[in-house]
């Protein structure tokens, strides 16, 4: 079975600052994905960036990159140059390749401090 | 990216009555469409696996006949939530898998939908 961990329940950070969310995740499956969604007050979930586990190069979306280090099981995001509208909940994903549903972590609440 | 929708987005009921939440893809077909339950501060939590043309399997703890679920077609898959109760109350939200334009691997959620059971 996968799990997914999140050991942050709460970060913040300053306005214009870098955070860093922590995430691990165990599967036993050799081709699989994770993501990292935003979840807004609104409680739209948000794609904020995916990545593949069979790619080694960590995918970046503009602010949005991630450490995938896979022996180790973690995917962490790095927020650079904080804004105030990504402050939200954030939820680490896994899920196994096709037509699977993804596996959550509890969540990491980030505050931006102006 | 592709759109799912969801209605109604927010519901009231008496204990007792049954409530039907819809989940609609609007611009793909999806085969299979994912159920979720989420409780106030907490994370989402899988309830079933909605399949067209055959019938929803359903996580560990999740009455089957209490989270009635129907996949009538490529496009919509509905919770009907029977004789709901105060416990049932939360934020219910589906999702379905796609591809995204560059061949990408992906789940697209509804807005989701908050249940209110009085």
């Known amino acids: 079975a996968q799990t997914v961990t999140q050991s942050q329940p709460e970060m913040s950070v300053q306005e214009a600052e870098t955070v860093t969310l922590s995430c691990t995740y165990d599967?036993?499956?050799?081709?699989?994905?994770l993501f990292w969604y935003k979840q807004p007050p609104s409680r739209q979930m948000i794609l904020v960036i995916r990545?593949?586990?069979?790619?080694?190069q960590n995918a970046t979306e503009n602010r949005f990159s991630v450490n995938f280090q896979k022996a180790a099981k973690s995917f962490s995001l790095k927020i650079s140059d904080s804004q105030l509208g990504d402050a939200a909940m954030y939820f680490c994903?896994?899920?196994?390749?096709?037509?699977?549903?993804?596996?959550f972590g509890k969540g990491t609440r980030l505050s931006v401090i102006a | 990216g592709a759109v799912v929708s969801q209605h109604p987005s927010r519901v009231i009921c008496k204990s007792g009555t049954s409530v039907k939440i819809e989940c609609r893809s609007l611009?793909?077909?999806?085969?299979?469409m994912f159920w979720y339950r989420q409780f106030p501060k907490q994370s989402l939590m899988l309830m079933a696996t909605?399949?067209?043309?055959?019938?929803?399997?359903?996580e560990q703890g999740v009455e089957k006949d209490k989270f009635l679920i129907n996949h009538a077609s490529l496009t919509l898959s509905t919770l009907t939530v029977t004789s709901a109760h105060p416990e049932d109350s939360s934020f219910y939200i589906c999702?379905?898998?796609?591809?995204?334009?560059?061949?990408?691997?992906?789940?697209?959620f509804g807005p989701g939908t908050r249940l209110l059971v009085l």
């Open positions: 611009d793909f077909q999806a085969t299979t």
């Open positions: 999702s379905a898998p796609s591809r995204d334009g560059g061949g990408q691997e992906t789940q697209y």
């Open positions: 909605s399949n067209e043309g055959s019938k929803a399997t359903y």
């Open positions: 994903a896994s899920k196994n390749s096709g037509n699977t549903p993804l596996v």
């Open positions: 990545q593949e586990a069979y790619k080694q």
């Open positions: 599967t036993s499956e050799s081709d699989y994905y």
